[in-house]
């Protein structure tokens, strides 16, 4: 399978595959399973039929079929590492989940522990 790319004006928000025919002619959707790449995990997960993906301003969705590994798909490696140097920002609950964001104060009271 060779590389298709294609520039879409994709808004800020949910994004369903399924419900858009050109690409699911192109990529032959309604009849092989499809991997979309995470670029906040750097890794391929398959995309539910009637799901939706979120799509956050200046993104990019890689996708691959689902039974290929990266070394099954030419130039993927190059595609993923200028992707990666555009330098995206990571959302702030994504940086806190890791631990890698700032974290506010706590609304919650602290306890008395000298009672």
């Known amino acids: 399978m060779s590389l298709i790319e294609q520039t879409r004006g994709l808004r800020n928000g949910p994004y369903s595959i399924y419900s858009d025919p050109t690409i699911c002619d192109l990529i032959d959707f309604y009849n092989?399973?499809?991997?979309v790449y995470n670029r906040f995990r750097e890794e391929f997960i398959p995309i539910?039929?009637?799901g939706n993906l979120a799509v956050l301003t200046n993104e990019f969705l890689v996708l691959r079929p689902s039974s290929f590994a990266d070394e099954d798909c030419e130039g993927l490696d190059n595609l993923l590492a200028e992707l990666k140097a555009l330098g995206l920002h990571k959302p702030d609950h994504?940086?806190?989940a890791k631990g890698e964001g700032k974290v506010g104060p706590s609304k919650r009271r602290k306890s008395n522990t000298h009672d």
């Open 48 to 50: 539910p039929t009637f």
């Open 94 to 96: 994504l940086k806190r």
């Open 32 to 35: 092989l399973r499809w991997s």
